[in-house]
């Protein structure tokens, strides 16, 4: 693949991006499986299927807000030639 050089200016940025989206999905799939995890055996156990669905729903929130910090994403400092 052959990039011109104002696309390899940005290149530095595009792979901090990616490493730290890869970052964030692991944190993001960890948090979802763990909540996951705990809710079907206290659900079973006698948890109210309510309060199962807020806690559910609550960590749905953190994980879409988790993602959305890597909108803020600003990379390394690549200076201008």
């Known amino acids: 693949m052959l990039l011109p050089p104002r696309l390899l200016a940005q290149l530095p940025f595009a792979v901090g991006l990616s ?6 999905i692991r944190q993001n799939l960890w948090l979802s ?25 609550g960590s749905t929130l953190i994980v879409v807000v988790n993602a959305l910090r890597l909108l803020a994403f600003k990379g390394p400092h690549v200076r201008s030639s």
Request: aromatic share 10%.
């Open 19 to 24: 490493r730290k989206t890869s970052w964030v």
């Open 33 to 57: 499986l763990g909540v996951v995890t705990v809710l079907i055996p206290a659900t079973i156990f006698g948890l109210n299927i309510g309060t199962a669905v807020l806690f559910h729903e």
